[in-house]
């Protein structure tokens, strides 16, 4: 799911034989309560079974970006579409899909999405990538907007991962003024829940900046947690706002956590990390997360609070 101020997305991939499709609501019927039908449904113009479109969903005012990560024989794609407001309706536009990837059992390219639509730069996970030997290690596509497409401006696959990291197990993207040098910056962060800094399957997430006057994005820090905390597969989630992250890992301690980061200008602080409380074994606290200025959404799909994986939502305060 994702929201604007403007509109609501709701993504569907299993949909009629995993075909895939997006539900779209205006935000202010839904704010007014009223039961409603979708404004708009959207599919792939090139529509097919087991394809998985909207495996994920990004939007930023009227520019949306659909994940089909099943597509193309398990290689992946992801669809761009436009809201056209002289025909009041979305237009499909752009069909990304990369022939450098590796094509897997679960899906790829299209895994996970991001965008910034006034910068022009759609972000695209392939977690499940391989290169150089290796196999599951990830990878992820920033693209920039040129006239009415997008190109390739950068493929990342930092050197040091390993075979089965995954990164590009989430993304977020924030534009935001360095609060130090008050340059404008462009930052990506990019989960890689399986990787071992902190003992095996620990995670970690990159980010990465492009700073005012720059083309591409270069590498600015590795979030890791500030404990060792073997299996806690950290980056499974990741939001942004302003000079704030919060990553979600979902098996912390075997319950889950939500760690919280804030940036200074020059590093991004650990700030400490958030459990639920009781005893909450495999509830998967932190297997999605949302963040506003002053509020920490932190998702546990597996919670048993009113039944048997029935799932809850824990709401935070966010202190600067």
Not at 211 to 220: A, D, L, N, V
Request: aromatic share 8%.
């Amino acid at each position: 799911m994702a929201i604007t101020n403007d509109w609501v997305a709701i993504s569907a991939p299993f949909d009629t034989a995993s075909q895939g499709k997006v539900s779209l609501f205006r935000l202010d019927s839904v704010r007014n309560g009223e039961q409603l039908e979708p404004d708009a449904e959207l599919l792939a113009s090139d529509k097919d079974y087991l394809t998985r479109f909207g495996s994920s969903v990004a939007i930023d005012g009227d520019t949306l970006v659909v994940g089909a990560s099943r597509d193309r024989d398990k290689l992946g794609s992801a669809y761009i579409f436009q809201y056209d407001a002289l025909v009041g309706g979305w237009m499909e536009t752009v069909k990304l899909e990369p022939d450098n990837v590796s094509a897997d059992s679960q899906g790829n390219f299209g895994h996970s999405v991001a965008i910034l639509a006034q910068d022009g730069i759609v972000v695209v996970a392939a977690p499940y990538d391989g290169s150089q030997g290796r196999r599951r290690n990830g990878s992820v596509f920033i693209y920039s907007e040129s006239s009415s497409s997008y190109t390739l401006l950068q493929k990342i696959v930092p050197s040091q991962l390993l075979s089965g990291d995954q990164f590009g197990s989430s993304l977020a993207t924030e534009t935001s003024v360095n609060p130090i040098t008050n340059a404008r910056e462009v930052h990506i962060a990019i989960g890689a829940k399986l990787r071992d800094d902190k003992g095996i399957d620990s995670g970690s997430v990159y980010v990465y900046v492009r700073r005012e006057g720059e083309t591409e994005f270069s590498f600015e820090q590795r979030l890791v947690a500030s404990t060792w905390s073997p299996g806690a597969e950290m980056g499974t989630s990741v939001d942004m706002e302003g000079h704030k992250i919060i990553v979600g890992a979902k098996k912390h301690n075997g319950q889950g956590g939500a760690h919280y980061f804030t940036f200074d200008g020059v590093t991004w602080i650990n700030r400490g990390v958030v459990t639920p409380s009781g005893n909450n074994d495999g509830d998967d606290f932190g297997s999605a997360v949302a963040l506003t200025s002053d509020v920490a959404l932190v998702g546990s799909y597996s919670n048993d609070d009113v039944g048997e994986d029935s799932g809850a939502i824990y709401s935070y305060a966010v202190c600067s």
